[in-house]
Structures are given as structure tokens and as C-alpha cells.
């Protein structure tokens, strides 16, 4: 450059500092680039922008950068950073005007003077409520699930459970719960009323989600562990009851040969029989026997049913607080549940009714459910709708109000009637086809491409894509796609939509089809450890 305007190179040094140079300079570029200086009603546009802004994110730096890039986008020049910086902070004080005046139905006078008995010390308590709200169970013990209820039992009684505050965006009520969580009664107190009311609401509004799904979760996690105790004494129980078993045994064979001697007489195999085995060991040895008998679908279901007194501690006031909802209109289990509930809220004990629903129960759990007089034992009908209960909890068949972790599924989706206004721009920004037959045909063509580079990939000898083995080395267990698996699979997945269990579907289909499971290295077969290809072999079953 400094040849073409024949000028030292150090010249460059001494240009741009007259004012009207760069004044000149700027001018020029801003012309180039399409940009203009801002004008009064952009700033008035940009504060209302922020405004929104402010109500879905708090953080300065973060609307400062979100500010930056809407000026850029718009091609406005940038004014000063001290500007902007009193731009932001007008924003988050009108973002605080109108978060309290969106929740004034909710805020008053009664509630304001409630909320404030929150952050004042109680004497029976010996601190202040919120700070006992704030206070999480440590383990799934029956009193801390106990303490977890009566939690969420004030809070409904209260009537955190109406509030409606759709208004406020999720991460503006996340984000005014996160600092009314980690703030002193003090620090809340000190607070002007236009701020500390929106958060004690927030705050009290996740701390009912919060707690339900903690609820549910010490439920999940109780469940489990009382379970886990009745293999653990199951497996103490068989190890105890072999030597027993062999000494029946014994007694079996010599038995059976006096039975199968032709030579002894059929009405002297009785005394012979006492001459070999004494009939007081055989009866001691048959009544043993009655205890050794153990099911064919051996659960531990029995040992299970003696933490049944341990799970009636907390188990009625879990069913009593928690409302639960089921997927189809008509679902038998929740039926099920109800029955325990009337059970409960007897004053007198009474039997289960004959007429309560049954198909729920699985084949195991069938021979514990009728006693010998045809009656259903309460005990193993309560605790079989617990367990199932909880494997629908896990599996989303079932769902819990007023919870976060354990929502309806329904939720997570965009709303059928919001959908098609939506729709386009989803479209936009995925660029998926507007047709959902083109995106069919597409997810195919990409399918046979990716095929076909799995079968090049398996025809060569060796490969550097394969990380710790060669392809040479590798096989896939095309046996394993036996008729039977594909049998069951098909089964499942034609099954009514209400009836089919998604974690089935899941664990079949994966079971099945994922064949990433089928690759495995003959060089290290005994350990029994697969490895992913790096191929598109993820992408396809996905």
C-alpha cells in the first residue's frame, strides 16, 4: 500500500489522529456496511425489547451481549458501553414492575401478610418457616418421607396448589426461586415489597414441585430397598436350607429303593420303610419339607410382604397427599390404588372386596394374592399395586400433579393448538421438509447410503475407523436375529397403544434391532465386551 501511494511506510503511523479524519473514516465504513447511527426511537425499541429479555433472563452480561447482537442484526451502530449499561438496568427495574404486577392476583393483602410470617421465627419450631420448607430429606426412611408429606401438605393447604403462574416465563420463575432459595429470611426481609413478593411466590410455587418429586422419589428408592433386603434374606434363607435339602434327599433314596425292591412285599413296605427312616424323623422331615417348597417364579415375594408393617408408616399418607393420573381414561391400576385408599380411610380394618381389579397382577405374585379360604390378602394386594405402581411411575404410565420429574409426558410436547402456528417456523429452523412424505422418502435414501458404507466397511480387510480392532477380526452375529425375537418384538409393538408399556417397547426394540450390540472382537471374545464402530451405524437406528 505504501508503495502504491508512494508514502514511507511509517506514514501510517501519523494517519487518523485529526478528529475529522476518522469522523470522515467512520462515516465511510458505516456507508459501506449498511449501518446508521441509532436514533431515539431505537432506544425506545431496544428498552422494550430488553424488557422481554429481562423477564426470561436476569443476568446484565447476558442481555448486555443479546443487546449487542440485535444492534448488529439491525445494522444500528453501537452507542457508547455506558449507555447500553443504562439501558439494561432501566429494563431489569421495568422486568421487576411488571413480574409483580402480572402476579397481583394472587398478591393480596391476606397473602402479602403470609407470605411475611414466612421469614419470622416461630418459637415451636425454633426458626422460620421457609427456612423448614427449604430443609431436604437426607435419606428414604419412613420419617423422612413423612417430613417430605407434610411439607407438601402445607403447602396445598395454603394454596400454593392454584396458583397459575403462566405468566411469568419458566426461567424467570427458575430464576427468581434459584435466589429466594439461596437468600437469608433476613436478606428477604430487607428486600422492598416489589421484589421479595414475586420471590417468596416462586420460591413456594417450585418448592411444591420440588418436594413431590422428592416425594416420589424416596417412594421409588424405599421400594427398592425393601426389596433388595428380601433377596439379600431369600439368598440367606436357600444357603441355610441345603443341608436341610440334602438330608431329604437321603431320606428320598432310601425310600425309594424299599419302594422298588420286588422282593419286599407290598403290605410290609410300610414297616420296612420305618425300619430304614424312624417315622418321627420322616414326619420332622416332611414338615421341614413344607418350608423348603419354594415357587417356580421364585421373586422373594414373601420376604417382601414382612416390610409390610415398615411400609404402612408412610404408604397411606403418600397415597392421601400425592395425586396421581394415569394415561388412558380407564386405567386398573390407579383402580387399584383407590381401593387402598378407601381401605385406609376405614375406621374399622376390613377385607379387600372380592370384586377388585386384578389383571394388574402379574403371574408371581399370584399365588400370594388368594389365601386358602379364596379371600384376597390385603397384604399382598397392597404391596403388588405399590410395586406396580412404581414401575409405572419410572415408565410414565402414570403421572403426579403439581410434579416436575414426574409430570404428564403430555407436557414436554408443544400443545395441539398451538402447533399450527408454530409449525413453520420449526420447519425454518430444522429445514425439514413441509411434507412429511418427502422426509420419509429423504430418512430412506439416507438409510440405503448408510447401508451400503456398513457393508464396505465389512468387507474390508482391516480399517482405521474401527477403534481397537480390525474389521478382520470382527463378526456379526447374524443368529442372534433369531424368528423368536423379531416374534416378540412384533407382539409388542402391535399391542394397543394404551396398553403398551414404553419401557417394553424400548427394551425389546433395543433387544432386537440395535445391532450395535452384535458387534463384538474374536480377539477378546472372552471378556465378553462389545465396541462401537465409529460408523453411521448410531445414526441409522436412532
Not at 96 to 125: K, S, V, Y
Not at 229 to 248: G, I, P, V, W
Request: charged residues 25%.
Amino acid at each position: 500500500m505504501a508503495r502504491q501511494l508512494a508514502l514511507p511506510p511509517e506514514a501510517i503511523q501519523d494517519h487518523g489522529h485529526r478528529i475529522k479524519t476518522r469522523t470522515t473514516h467512520l462515516q465511510q465504513v458505516q456507508a459501506y456496511l449498511g449501518f446508521r447511527p441509532a436514533l431515539p426511537l431505537d432506544f425506545e425499541a431496544l428498552t422494550s425489547w430488553l424488557v422481554d429479555r429481562a423477564l426470561e433472563h436476569d443476568k446484565p452480561t447476558l442481555l448486555l451481549q443479546l443487546a449487542c447482537d440485535k444492534l448488529r442484526r439491525e445494522q444500528i451502530v453501537r452507542p457508547g458501553i455506558t449507555r447500553v449499561e443504562r439501558l439494561i438496568a432501566t429494563a431489569r427495574e421495568q422486568a421487576q414492575a411488571e413480574t409483580f404486577q402480572r402476579l397481583t392476583p394472587w398478591l393480596t393483602p391476606a397473602c402479602q401478610t403470609w407470605l411475611d410470617g414466612l421469614l419470622a421465627p416461630e418459637l415451636d419450631m425454633g426458626r422460620t418457616r421457609l427456612t423448614w420448607l427449604r430443609q431436604e430429606a437426607t435419606s428414604h426412611a419412613a420419617s423422612q418421607i413423612l417430613a417430605t408429606l407434610e411439607k407438601i401438605l402445607f403447602l396445598k393447604e395454603a394454596g400454593v396448589a392454584q396458583w397459575v403462574l403462566a405468566d411469568l416465563t419458566p426461567n424467570r420463575l427458575k430464576w427468581l426461586a434459584q435466589g429466594g432459595w439461596r437468600a437469608t429470611p433476613q436478606q428477604l426481609q430487607r428486600m422492598p415489597p416489589l421484589r421479595r413478593y414475586p420471590i417468596l411466590l416462586a420460591v413456594l410455587h417450585q418448592a411444591l414441585q420440588h418436594h413431590t418429586d422428592i416425594a416420589v422419589e424416596l417412594y421409588d428408592q424405599c421400594l427398592w430397598a425393601c426389596y433388595t433386603d428380601a433377596r439379600q434374606e431369600l439368598e440367606e434363607f436357600r444357603h441355610a436350607a441345603a443341608r436341610s435339602a440334602n438330608e431329604t434327599l437321603i431320606f428320598f433314596q432310601e425310600l425309594g429303593q424299599v419302594l422298588l425292591d420286588p422282593t419286599i412285599d407290598d403290605a410290609a413296605v410300610r414297616a420296612v420303610s420305618f425300619q430304614h427312616v424312624p417315622e418321627a424323623v420322616l414326619r420332622a422331615a416332611v414338615a421341614d419339607t413344607a418350608g423348603l417348597i419354594r415357587p417356580r417364579q421364585d421373586a422373594a415375594i414373601d420376604f417382601f410382604g414382612k416390610r409390610y408393617s415398615y411400609l404402612r408408616q408412610f404408604v397411606p399418607a403418600w397415597l392421601r397427599t400425592l395425586i396421581l393420573h394415569a394415561q388412558g381414561p380407564d386405567d386398573t391400576l390407579l383402580r387399584a390404588v383407590d381401593v387402598i385408599r378407601t381401605l385406609d380411610q376405614a375406621s374399622t380394618p376390613r377385607m379387600v372386596p372380592q370384586e377388585t381389579p386384578m389383571p394388574m397382577v402379574p403371574e408371581p405374585w399370584r399365588p400370594y394374592i388368594r389365601e386358602r379360604g379364596g379371600d384376597i390378602s390385603r397384604r399382598y394386594y397392597e404391596l403388588c399395586t405399590l410395586w406396580q405402581l412404581r414401575n409405572a411411575l419410572r415408565a410414565g404410565n402414570v403421572w403426579v400433579a403439581h410434579s416436575r420429574r414426574y409430570a404428564d409426558p403430555a407436557t414436554y410436547l408443544i400443545p395441539l393448538t398451538e402447533w399450527p402456528q408454530l409449525r413453520p417456523e420449526v420447519i425454518r429452523q430444522t429445514g425439514t421438509p413441509s411434507e412429511g412424505l418427502h422426509r420419509l422418502q429423504e430418512r430412506e435414501a439416507e438409510l440405503v447410503t448408510c447401508l451400503a458404507q456398513i457393508d464396505r466397511l465389512l468387507a474390508r480387510k482391516d480399517s482405521d475407523g474401527v477403534p481397537g480392532a480390525s474389521v478382520a477380526n470382527c463378526t456379526v452375529s447374524h443368529k442372534s436375529f433369531a424368528d423368536k425375537e423379531l416374534s416378540s418384538l412384533s407382539k409388542v409393538v402391535k399391542m394397543p397403544l394404551e396398553e403398551r408399556r414404553r419401557t417394553d417397547l424400548r427394551v425389546t426394540w433395543d433387544r432386537t434391532i440395535l445391532l450395535t450390540g452384535y458387534f463384538y472382537d474374536k480377539k477378546y471374545a472372552h471378556r465378553s465386551k462389545t465396541f462401537l464402530p465409529s460408523s453411521p451405524l448410531p445414526y441409522i437406528f436412532c
